[in-house]
C-alpha cells in the first residue's frame, strides 16, 4: 500500500489561495497517476486535477484551469493542488488519490485505487 497524507485545507476569503499537499510513501514506484476531487455537501465526487507519476501530463477540470494548478516535487513524493482566486463555489472536501493501474485517463473516481482522508476547503464570500 501507498498511505497518502493530505494537509493544507482551512477557511479563505473568496479571492484567495490554498495549497493542498498530499505526501506519498511506501512502494510509490507502482503509481500511474494521482489526482484532487472534492465533494460538496449533498453532491458526488467531483475530479478536480489530475498529474501522471512521471509528471509529464497534467489534466484539469474546466472550472478551476487558469486559477489551480496542480504540480508534484519528486524528492519528496508529494503532489501538490494550489488553489488561486478561490470562490464560494469551490468549498468542498478535498481528497487526494492515487492510481496504480494504467489507464488512458484518470477522470472518474473509479481510476483510483488509494485515497487520503480528505480536507476541508472552506471558502467565505
Known amino acids: ?30 503509481l500511474y ?10 453532491k458526488e465526487r467531483e475530479f478536480v486535477a489530475a498529474l501522471s ?3 509529464t501530463l497534467t489534466y484539469l477540470v474546466d472550472s478551476v484551469r ?6 508534484r516535487d519528486n524528492a519528496k513524493n508529494t503532489v501538490y493542488l ?13 481528497y487526494c488519490a492515487a492510481s496504480s493501474v494504467g489507464y488512458a485517463d484518470y477522470f472518474p473516481p473509479n481510476r483510483y485505487n ?10 467565505s464570500s
Open 33 to 42: 497517476a494521482m489526482g484532487w476531487f472534492r465533494q460538496a455537501p449533498g
Open 1 to 30: 500500500q501507498v498511505p497518502l497524507v493530505e494537509s493544507g485545507g482551512g477557511l479563505v476569503q473568496a479571492g484567495g489561495s490554498l495549497r493542498l499537499s498530499c505526501a506519498a510513501s511506501g512502494r510509490t514506484y507502482i
Open 114 to 123: 488509494l485515497w487520503g482522508q480528505g480536507t476541508q476547503v472552506t471558502v
Open 53 to 55: 507519476w512521471s509528471g
Open 82 to 94: 494550489q488553489m488561486n482566486n478561490l470562490k464560494p463555489e469551490d468549498t468542498a472536501v478535498y
Open 66 to 71: 487558469g486559477r489551480f494548478t496542480i504540480s
